[in-house]
């Protein structure tokens, strides 16, 4: 079964912490990885597109990296203001030719001053 | 670029009315559009997926004759809660997907639907 899991949950970091978050996957056929970033009551705001193995994208302290089976957000230095929830979610190819988004249910960050 | 708009942002309603909200590609012209709910601290649910000119694509539960999609143009998408009921509060956001060789999704900022 096509499956999307973040992880952790939740995460809490001091000011210039750096970590990473996870999204594993299992799909039958990855057509394409997104991160997002979602803020309480907004919708989610585009960070990052992946389509293949090995490849990397940055932007300010966010940088994705994609594998065949994970992905990480790695946040280097964080500030309060990248305090929100990190969605990931793949494109997967159906049988068929169609395809379909799967999310994960996303890992919150906080990064306290 | 890549901007989607929503409208309204919040509304608020009657038990047994009936609300639209739109949701526009202001930069770009969109083949699908998505619509997502979501519940206070879970991830999105697909509602239904509409591509311009043809009939939405409901998921499994959603109930096509209580939420209307129309996907009337390349850049307007709407969804009507009909006959709506205090159990459709939520938070309700689109989605639109340029086409071609891009396949990310640009959200709307959402719609917050209370229902009395």
């Known amino acids: 079964e096509d499956q999307v899991t973040q992880s952790p949950e939740a995460l809490r970091l001091q000011e210039g912490e750096s970590s990473s978050l996870n999204c594993s996957y299992t799909v039958s056929g990855l057509r394409g990885l997104f991160w997002y970033r979602q803020d309480p009551g907004k919708g989610p705001e585009f960070l990052f597109t992946?389509?293949?193995a090995g490849e990397e994208k940055e932007k300010e302290r966010l940088k994705a990296t994609l594998t065949k089976k994970e992905s990480f957000l790695h946040i280097t230095a964080p500030k309060p203001e990248d305090s929100a929830t990190y969605l990931c979610?793949?494109?997967?190819?159906?049988?068929?030719?169609?395809?379909?988004?799967?999310f994960g249910t996303g890992t919150r960050l906080k990064v306290l001053a | 670029g890549a901007v989607v708009s929503q409208h309204p942002s919040r509304v608020i309603c009657k038990s047994g009315t009936s609300v639209k909200i739109e949701c526009r590609s202001l930069d770009f012209q969109a083949t699908t559009m998505f619509w997502y709910r979501q519940f206070p601290k879970q991830s999105l649910m697909l509602m239904a997926t509409s591509n311009e000119g043809s009939k939405a694509t409901y998921e499994q539960g959603v109930e096509k004759d209580k939420f209307l999609i129309n996907h009337a143009s390349l850049t307007l998408s709407t969804l009507t809660v009909t006959s709506a009921h205090p159990e459709d509060s939520s938070f309700y956001i689109c989605?639109?997907?340029?086409?071609?060789?891009?396949?990310?999704?640009?959200f709307g900022p959402g719609t917050r639907l209370l229902v009395l």
């Open positions: 989605s639109a997907r340029p086409g071609g060789a891009v396949e990310t999704q640009y």
């Open positions: 979610a793949v494109q997967a190819l159906l049988p068929g030719g169609t395809y379909k988004y799967i």
């Open positions: 992946l389509y293949s």
